[in-house]
């Protein structure tokens, strides 16, 4: 049997961010998992935390060409209901920032971190399924659909939504089920974006467009599942003519490229992110609605956190209660975004007048009152530069006062 410092299950971009992080550092690893059968149509926004981790891997020059900076997020209340919020105008220049991130399309991205998987001398890849996990006192063995059978310090389960690591570790989930399917597609558009992602709340849930180079954009439209399914029939011309109307013509005459997917919504999130030699990253451990660009984001952040918890090989095994403690640093973080963009979700979703007012409230002090909507941004970029900001300002002050 072939020893690892550690195993990853699941050859996504969580999964295979994972790996090259590890294998950068100098440990042996191994990810585990085939590749996808029908390439990936989404793309994913990168904040800018992100985007400094990928230039950390080394990763980022390959990247950057493929991806359109996002510099502003306009977000406009399309629901036609009595309680209607103002516009809200995002600016990236507000935080002193040129871009809060970047968009880019999901299946490139994987091809590039192929190519660096390849590159790494301590990184094997192995596109089989692994069918056998035993979690031993002091190793880990996968037993692959090939016949192989390999053993770990650690494992890392990258498995999706139905990760096989978190079952055969014994961790339950919550989940939860929204009455909406989101559509995703590409589209070219007859006026230029200007690097500006426009979202639109409707009662079904957001339609939101996402630059991508060029006088192109990504789309995310989020509606009841029938109404989603009989999107994916409409003729190619009409879906352009019916995303344009709801655009409200914004930028021109709208063009669909390719075919649309669509997915259900859900919600999952572990009990445990970590267990013993077990760590969850990525859908494996959370999943929720695309809102806020908030999924790969949250992602990288479980892969930095792995990557810091198990550092630099010394020799020795890696420790048995590696898992434990990754559970323990990735909590709050996981907890807190899983619980807003669900409130935000439920917000579009509820006929309640009161929520409905207290949405419109809020989008209304957001779009007023500059500083709330600083930290605001702030906090989405950076998770817990919010609360650092307020107790940094609280300090000063105190000090001032007892001066």
């Not at 209607?84 to 970047?102: I, T």
């Not at 990184?123 to 053993?151: H, I, Y």
């Amino acid at each position: 049997m072939e020893h690892y410092d550690i195993v990853i299950i699941g050859a996504g971009l969580a999964g295979s961010l994972a790996a090259i992080a590890l294998a950068r550092e100098g440990h042996r690893v191994a990810l585990i998992g085939p590749r996808p059968a029908i390439a990936d149509g989404r793309t994913t926004a990168l904040m800018d935390q992100s985007i400094e981790y990928l230039k950390t891997l080394g990763i980022w020059d390959d990247v950057a060409p493929l991806t359109a900076p996002l510099v502003a997020i306009h977000i406009i209340d399309a629901t036609k209901r009595l309680l209607r919020a103002p516009p809200v105008n995002f600016r990236a220049a507000e935080v002193g920032l040129e871009a809060f991130g970047h968009n880019i399309p999901n299946a490139p991205f994987l091809e590039i971190l192929e190519k660096h998987e390849a590159s790494l001398p301590t990184l094997e890849r192995v596109p089989v399924a692994a069918t056998v996990f035993d979690f031993g006192e002091v190793e880990v063995r996968v037993g692959l659909e090939d016949g192989r059978m390999l053993t770990a310090d650690l494992i890392v389960g990258a498995d999706g939504r139905r990760s096989a690591v978190r079952e055969a570790a014994d961790i339950e989930t919550f989940t939860w089920s929204y009455p909406q399917a989101a559509v995703v597609l590409n589209f070219a558009h007859e006026l230029p974006h200007q690097e500006v992602s426009t979202e639109f709340h409707t009662v079904s849930g957001p339609f939101t467009q996402v630059p991508l180079p060029g006088d192109r954009s990504s789309l995310v439209w989020v509606q009841k599942p029938r109404d989603a399914e009989e999107t994916l029939q409409l003729p190619l011309d009409v879906l352009s003519r019916t995303i344009e109307d709801r655009m409200q013509s914004i930028l021109g005459k709208v063009t669909v490229e390719g075919k649309p997917q669509s997915f259900p919504l859900t919600g999952m999130t572990a009990r445990r992110f970590g267990k013993g030699r077990v760590m969850l990253v990525g859908e494996a451990a959370h999943a929720f609605p695309p809102i806020g660009a908030q999924g790969l984001n949250l992602s990288l952040r479980d892969v930095m956190t792995v990557a810091e918890l198990v550092g630099s090989p010394t020799g020795r095994r890696l420790p048995a209660d590696t898992g434990d403690r990754f559970d323990s640093r990735r909590r709050i973080d996981i907890v807190s975004r899983t619980a807003s963009v669900d409130l935000l979700n439920r917000s579009l979703l509820s006929s309640f007048l009161p929520v409905q007012a207290m949405r419109a409230v809020g989008l209304q002090l957001l779009s007023s009152a500059g500083p709330l909507r600083g930290l605001l941004m702030r906090e989405g970029i950076h998770p817990g530069s919010a609360l650092q900001s307020i107790k940094e300002s609280l300090r000063e002050t105190f000090t001032r006062k007892t001066a």
